[in-house]
Nanobody, 123 residues
Framework: VQLQASGGGLVQAGGSLRLSCAASTRRFSNNAMGWFRQAPGKEREFVAGISWNGGNTNYADSVKGRFTISRDNIKNTVYLQMNSLNPEDTAVYYC?????????????????WGQGTQVTVSS
């Protein structure tokens, strides 16, 4: 699965962004999807995940209540709506396709990765 992430940019604290990740194959609908992020000098960390049919989602504690992951299996696209952004959310955001139908928080469960999109939140 090839993944293309987009939607990043520069936003002020308290603002919102919506990231999109388009998949190249219809097999996309068989796999859980996830968003991860990596800030400078830090490990890549899990942000949000969604099951193959959108019925189950999970979030990192740091983004619960602010971020929402969703997917459209007709458009082969997964989204990450990010609200109430703060400078600590600044990172490169990556979408990834899981090897499984249900999401996990482990990078090892994700076999395909997009190229990343930069999100910068100014204070």
């Amino acid at each position: 699965v090839q993944l293309q992430a987009s939607g990043g940019g520069l936003v002020q604290a308290g603002g919102s962004l919506r990231l999109s990740c388009a998949a190249s194959t219809r097999r996309f609908s068989n796999n859980a999807m996830g968003w991860f992020r990596q800030a400078p000098g830090k490990e890549r960390e899990f942000v949000a995940g969604i099951s193959w049919n959108g019925g189950n989602t999970n979030y990192a504690d740091s983004v619960k209540g602010r971020f929402t992951i969703s997917r459209d299996n007709i458009k082969n696209t997964v989204y990450l709506q990010m609200n109430s952004l703060n400078p600590e959310d600044t990172a490169v955001y990556y979408c990834a396709a899981s090897r499984w139908a249900v999401p996990s928080t482990s990078r090892r469960d994700f076999g395909s990765w997009g190229q990343g999109t930069q999100v910068t939140v100014s204070s």
